[in-house]
């Protein structure tokens, strides 16, 4: 009885690590996003012309909204709200802004314009 007993036990036990450790997750669906990716930063209105080789970008998101927050001076690009496409594709949703903004866990690339405002990057990890 006892070894039909740890038999059950090793049997759930194995059940468990299998199923927490499934490779169907959806990249999209972690946070891989997040952190710094550094690279040519720029930042453009009508009383500004900033821009840099050597920047960074920290990237953060709550929910469907990620926040840019750049170095060396730039402003932030906040509240830009995506939605997932397809599997693994996120689009930029809204009229706040109007752009092009890709990102993996390797590779951040903007070219976003809201309210005159300009922000690009073009950052590695």
Known sequence: ????????????????????????????????????FKGKISYVDSEQNLSTDAGSVFVTKVGSRYDFRFSDGLPDLTGVEFEKKDDNTMVNVGSAGTGLITINKDKLVIGYTKDGRTWTADCGR
């Open 1 to 36: 009885m006892k070894s039909m007993l740890k038999f059950i036990g090793v049997l759930l036990l194995t059940a468990f690590v299998f199923a927490s450790c499934s490779k169907d997750t959806d990249p999209a669906d972690v946070d891989v996003f997040a952190g710094t």
